[in-house]
């Protein structure tokens, strides 16, 4: 069986290679732009796609969420958070005080506001950080890209300044996306889903949110989003832990969808990182703990 074939934010370089160079027994694919990687994975040009989906610092990834909720029907499969250093690159040779222009992804520019504010230098925004160090290598000019390293080391480049970020704590939460199949729950796991209403009156927001504190689900993450549909018309995102193939997850969402105009399901996936691994086996260890209390109690039953 051949390797799976990954669309990404390109081009090499980029942070979204970066999260790619994480997994294992993938082919890696350049797309220019996020709304490519999500159309061709919904037209099965492509196995599946990663996509930044969450800033530490700028928030939500429009280009990602929008495409999600309204123009495909996809789903997260898994999460990859990777923290995010970014660095000021240029020609070799180019000093620092030369450096008339830098450009970068929108945001990139945003996470190093106050570095750049030093510089009194213009900056232009680029389709991604590895395009804006390929544009500075390519380039004859003075200008320089905030990047990575790895594009640095790609392109050509030098760094004039490091760690330049105005938070040090950063990282971008990239999301998985393929077609119809739902990852299987782990025990730690991550819902995200969408909500419509069919119209805005009091207590419509309680009305959702109620029906996960009923059931003791805890929630992740809410953001409201415009349904392009009209000015004030809104729906609503919801993360929240669990997985669809929890009973107590499917009673909600069963209870949301015959009481909302529509509820779209965008995935139940694993959370990742260290935490997630401990939690996991937290997790287990628990169940197990559990099963083996359970069956004392049920040998003792009489015949």
């Known amino acids: 069986m051949g390797k799976a074939r990954i669309g990404y ?23 220019d732009s996020i709304a490519d990687v ?31 909720v309204f123009d495909h ?13 970014l660095h000021l690159l240029a020609r070799p040779g180019v ?43 390519e380039s004859t000019e003075p200008w320089a ?26 990282a971008t939460r990239f999301v998985l996306v393929g077609r119809n199949v739902v990852a299987a729950p782990t025990g730690h796991d991550r819902t995200t889903i969408v909500c419509f209403q069919d119209a805005d009156r009091p207590g419509s927001l309680y009305g959702i949110l109620g029906r996960f504190a009923a ?17 004030g018309d809104y729906c609503f995102v919801i993360e929240f832990e669990g997985h669809v193939a929890d009973d107590v997850v499917a009673d909600c969402l069963a209870d949301l969808q015959a009481h909302l105009a529509r509820v779209k399901f965008l995935g139940s996936y694993p959370v990742t990182g260290v935490d997630a691994t401990d939690r996991r086996e937290e997790v287990a260890a628990a169940r197990r703990s559990a099963a083996t209390w359970i ?5 003792r039953i009489s015949s």
Do not use: W
């Not at 997260?76 to 995010?84: A, G, K, S, W, Y």
């Not at 970068?104 to 230098?121: D, E, F, G, I, K």
């Open 38 to 68: 999500l159309e061709s994975v919904a037209a099965s040009t492509l196995d599946q796609g990663l996509v930044p989906l969450e800033n530490a610092i700028e928030g939500t990834v429009s280009a990602t969420i929008d495409g999600l």
């Open 295 to 299: 069956d004392d109690i049920r040998s």
């Open 95 to 137: 000093a620092l005080e030369q450096v008339t222009n830098v450009r970068s992804y929108v945001h990139a520019l945003a996470q190093c506001r106050t570095y750049l504010h030093t510089m009194n230098v213009t900056t232009e925004q680029t389709t991604s950080t590895s395009q804006a160090a390929r544009e500075v290598a």
């Open 145 to 170: 890209a905030v990047a990575s390293t790895l594009a640095g080391e790609l392109f050509g480049l030098v760094a004039l300044a490091t760690d330049i970020e105005d938070h040090p704590d950063n």
């Open 73 to 85: 029907d996809l789903v997260i499969v898994r999460e990859i958070v990777i923290p995010i250093r």
């Open 9 to 31: 934010l390109g081009p090499e370089g980029s942070f979204s290679h970066e999260a790619v160079s994480t997994m294992e027994s993938v082919e890696g694919v350049v797309c």
């Open 215 to 231: 059931r003791d689900i805890n929630l992740t993450k809410l953001e409201s989003r415009p349904t392009k549909r009209g000015l």
